[in-house]
């Protein structure tokens, strides 16, 4: 059993920063892919910035100069540290951690975090 769990979700005047933090626990043999999703209430999620084992990031055109995502291999965990937020970046977000078991893959969701921008 894999528990993937979220934090640092709240309010946020717009202007501000707020870092999301994810980590994974459980059993694994190792983590492929970590990320982060939005959903605004009635629509799909949506992806907004991913990390490989390796580092290589990908963001979303429409939030990647207010953003950056980080990862601890060691530690099982991802972060991502959102500036400059604007109140259409208020969501539930997600954190997705893609882990190796056996050799094979398995994507594990968190319950989620919200993100409030307002003043």
């Known amino acids: 059993q894999v528990q993937v769990v979220e934090s640092g979700g709240g309010l946020v005047e717009p202007g501000g920063s707020l870092r999301l933090s994810c980590a994974a626990s459980g059993r694994f043999d190792s983590i492929n892919r970590m990320a982060w999703y939005r959903r605004a209430p009635g629509t799909e999620r949506e992806s907004v910035a991913l990390?490989?084992?390796?580092?290589?990031?990908d963001y979303a055109d429409s939030v990647k100069v207010r953003i950056t995502i980080s990862r601890d291999n060691g530690r099982n965990t991802v972060a991502m540290q959102r500036n400059n937020l604007k109140p259409e970046d208020t969501d539930v977000y997600y954190c997705?951690?893609?882990?190796?078991?056996?050799?094979?893959?398995?994507?594990?969701w968190g319950q989620g975090t919200q993100v409030t921008v307002s003043s």
């Open positions: 997705n951690v893609a882990t190796i078991t056996g050799g094979r893959s398995d994507d594990v």
């Open positions: 990390i490989t084992r390796a580092g290589s990031t």
